[in-house]
Structures are given as structure tokens and as C-alpha cells.
């Protein structure tokens, strides 16, 4: 992935990924920690009070700066945002000084499926790839976040 990246990049290609989902606090994962690719965090958009919804508790990993280990081992950390803020970086989300870009989060329920869903606005990815400098966008992301 490492050689795919830079070659997109070398074709005057830009990528943008998701930084991940995992609250670390100083890194960010594969891809999106690669030179090539641009990284994509999560923030609130604005004050949506807390997050996960009451009943439900967020899971972020062992590596996570913040959250508290889970008891009953169903995730590695658990997380709470009590509060939320326009502009305040989501808990979850993979965060580091060399980020390079932060959106909205979009949190959505699929009732088929039967599970929460994380990712960032449609309308995001829209307006950024109109936004773009470059040739050509490529928006690519494996994890969304």
C-alpha cells in the first residue's frame, strides 16, 4: 500500500484517509499516516451533546491517552464524550501534530445490519474533492473515522 500511495502521488493523484478510530492521542493509523496521503480526523460539527448516545459506551484501543479499561473485555478502552463541542476533536479519533486535515463525523444507525456506523460527511468528501488542487481525487478509506 506503502508503493500504491506514493505512486497516486507521483500520477498527481491526492488521497485522503481516514486517520482511524482508535483514540490515539499521538499517531494515527496505516494508511493514513503515510507522506503521500492526506489524513482525515474526526470533529464535532457542533454542540450534539454527548456522544455515544445515552446506553451505549464508545470503544477505542489499549493505546488511546484517554478512556478507561473495559471490565468485561468487550472493548479495549471505553470512552464517554459528556460534552461536545464545534471544533473539538472527537475522542475516538486518531489525532496527531503531523494531521493533516480535520471533518465533521457523521453517526448513523443501519438498521439492517444492526449496528452504529462512524464516517465523515458525504458532503465533505463532496465539497473537498470539488476544493482540490490537484488533477485527479482519489478518496480512499478502509476505516472510516
Known sequence: LTHAAAN???AGMTLFLSSGNDGYCDSMGYPACLDSVISVGAVYDANIG???TTGYIGCISYGSCVGTPDPDQVC???YIDVTTNA???CT???SSKFAS???PFQLGYD???GWWLLGHCKRFWGDLSRMSVCRRC???STECG
Open 111 to 113: 438498521d439492517q445490519a
Open 76 to 78: 479495549e478502552k471505553l
Open 87 to 89: 471544533d473539538q476533536i
Open 101 to 103: 486535515l480535520l471533518a
Open 50 to 52: 454527548r456522544n455515544p
Open 138 to 140: 482519489s478518496c480512499l
Open 8 to 10: 497516486a502521488m507521483a
Open 92 to 94: 475516538y479519533s486518531n
